[in-house]
Structure formats: C-alpha cells, structure tokens
C-alpha cells in the first residue's frame, strides 16, 4: 500500500462483528469507519468518502441490498466498490447482490487472508480506474481544444473518431462524421491537401498528414488536417 491509508467503511449490524474485522484491517494499515445500519451508513458517507465498503448482506430495516442500490444510484458514491459480508451460500443472494452493483463478497465466518486480498485488490483496481480515467479526461480536453482536425479512419475508409476542430471544418455535425465514409482514397493515394470551412465561413486548404496506427485492435489510419491559411 502507499503512504495514504486507505479507508475501509465496515456497516454491520452486529458490533462484534465490526470490531473483529476492524482489529485485523487496521493491523495491515487500514483506517477504519462504520456504521450500524443502512441510515448511518448514508449519512457516513455524506462525512466520508471510503476507498471501499464492507457491507454486511442483511440487517434489519433497511438491508444490504437496498443499501447497495441507493449507493450505486448516486453519481457522487457509485465507484466506491462495495463487498458483502454474508453468512448465505445462496445462489440468488449472491446473484441479486451483483446485480445491485457489488464487486464481490466474503462469506462469514471470514478468512483474514482472503479478505485481506480482497479487500486490496479491489482498491487497487478503484485507485487505477480513476487514474485511467484522469488520463483519458486529459487526452479528451487536448482533443476537443486542439485546432487541428483529427480523424481516425478504418481500413475501409469508415471514420471511427472525429473531434471538433474536424467537424466544423467539414461544416457538419460531429454525429454525420462518425460512422461514415470519408473514403479510401484520402489514405492510399497519400492526397496531402483537401478543401475545408473555416470558422468565419471561409473555404480554405488543409494540409493532411497520414499516420498509420491500430483503433480497437485493428488496423487504422490517424488523419490530421491543420488549416495551412497564411496569417495576415
């Protein structure tokens, strides 16, 4: 693990229970909240954003499940994974637990080991999700902000990906580019120019430069078009 202690809400009725899984996740660095019931829980988490939850499959009032859909129904909360803790081998427990969104279970009474490995394997993945996601969300803002088009072309000449500076200078919408053939020729015959729309309505040339590459594991072309309009 690394220098931050990653947090672990435990929501168990029973507080033995709780103490007991608390006592061995804090012995490998973990720090521990809980709750005693689906209530606190929701309000926990409006205090605390927990890296991962244990949430025991049934308590009275408001149960596991019931919990796990109200937390998988809000954006704020809904990548938190969440394990059950379960007494029950019962085939439709577990099914309807994962159709509520849980990521995994472990079966009361717990082997420390195996919770243990669960429970980091979880917030591992969580924790390289969201850097997935940081670096995708960086790569989409140079996309949409650049002022060269860019387009990725199938092998058959069907466009698979456009950004905006590319859809206005074809002057059409990003949903008539995408799925569409902008056709073979652009690639093969190595064209090094072709006639766009600039943003006040000019026609204008852009200069393409052709990149061979791989989109969804096949074999694409990566079209750049940038504006070669002489500044004044």
Not at 88 to 110: C, M, N, Q, R
Not at 212 to 222: M, R
């Amino acid at each position: 693990m690394d220098n931050q202690r990653p947090t672990i809400l435990i929501v168990d009725d029973q507080i033995d229970n709780i103490q007991v899984l608390a006592i061995a996740l804090e012995m490998h660095g973990y720090s521990i909240t809980y709750a005693l019931n689906g209530k606190e829980t929701l309000q926990r988490l409006q205090a605390i954003k927990p890296d991962i939850i244990l949430l025991d499959l049934f308590m009275p009032g408001m149960d596991g499940l019931q919990v796990c859909e109200q937390i998988k129904g809000n954006q704020e909360y809904q990548d938190i994974p969440i394990l059950f803790l379960t007494a029950s081998h019962d085939e439709e427990h577990l099914i309807d637990a994962f159709e509520k969104g849980a990521a995994d279970y472990v079966t009361k009474p717990f082997r420390t080991i195996e919770l243990l490995a669960r429970v980091q394997t979880h917030i591992k993945l969580r924790r390289q999700t969201k850097e997935i996601k940081e670096i995708k969300d960086k790569l989409d803002t140079i996309v949409n902000h650049i002022k060269d088009g860019i387009l990725v072309v199938d092998s058959e000449g069907i466009i698979q990906f456009a950004n905006p500076a590319s859809a206005q200078m074809f002057n059409k919408p990003l949903s008539d580019l995408v799925g569409n053939e902008l056709g073979k020729p652009i690639v093969e015959q190595k064209v090094t120019q072709i006639g766009i729309i600039r943003k006040n309505g000019d026609l204008g040339q852009a200069e393409i430069t052709v990149a061979q590459a791989e989109w969804e594991e096949k074999p694409a072309s990566i079209v750049c078009l940038r504006d070669i309009a002489v500044d004044s």
